[in-house]
């Protein structure tokens, strides 16, 4: 197991590289997919314990679909918001606790914009949003600042309570699953600020 670990990490700094210089010819149709396995050599870095490696690529990963959005926002769908999600959770794994909350910050700011775009917001958003602000609360909590996670969490549930109000249960059972874990993460907040 420990060999074909090590044969799909491999492959996939294999891959990367290609598209690294397939990127560097043409911009315009290589730096989305080199996004994309930047972003799934990251999530394998971190699986595989090599955090500090994880969290640079994680940074890269992010760096290019910042870039990709800039002209085609449609090309980056939500990946770039699942780019700053695994970034923070490296940063925080790593004891970072400002620069994983930063990362959350941004992605929830990434999200609220994606949601605000012509089209949106969609049913299925509702639950994905509420969820990295619910990430958000959590770190904001592990920072210190109870206020400031009561608040997020707070808003996380009030966004799902409208989306299952207008239907959102019959996506499935996660948005409900996901809200009873914020209510619990809430509760746990309630009292006053140390």
Not at 118 to 130: E, F, H, I, Q, Y
Not at 141 to 157: F, H, K, Q, S
Request: hydrophobic share 45%.
């Amino acid at each position: 197991e420990s060999r074909d670990w090590d044969d799909a990490l491999a492959a996939l700094e294999e891959s990367v590289a290609i598209t690294r210089d397939l990127a560097a010819a043409d911009p315009q149709a290589f730096m989305a997919p080199l996004s994309a396995r930047l972003l799934r050599l990251s999530i394998a870095l971190y699986q595989a314990g090599n955090f500090a490696r994880a969290i640079a690529t994680a940074r890269e990963a992010a760096d290019r679909y910042r870039q990709v959005s800039v002209g085609r926002p449609d090309a980056v769908d939500d990946s770039l918001i699942l780019a700053l999600k695994h970034l923070s959770c490296g940063l925080a794994v790593t004891g970072d606790a400002a620069a994983a909350l930063a990362a959350m910050r941004e992605a929830v700011a990434e999200h609220r914009k994606r949601n605000a775009s012509p089209g949106s917001p969609r049913r299925s958003d509702a639950c994905s949003l509420a969820w990295t602000i619910g990430l958000l609360g959590m770190r904001l909590r592990l920072a210190g600042d109870i206020g400031g996670a009561r608040d997020a969490t707070a808003g996380a549930i009030a966004i799902l309570e409208v989306g299952l109000d207008a239907g959102l249960a019959a996506d499935g059972p996660v948005p409900e699953s996901v809200l009873a874990y914020l209510c619990r993460e809430y509760d746990s907040l309630v009292g006053p600020d140390p």
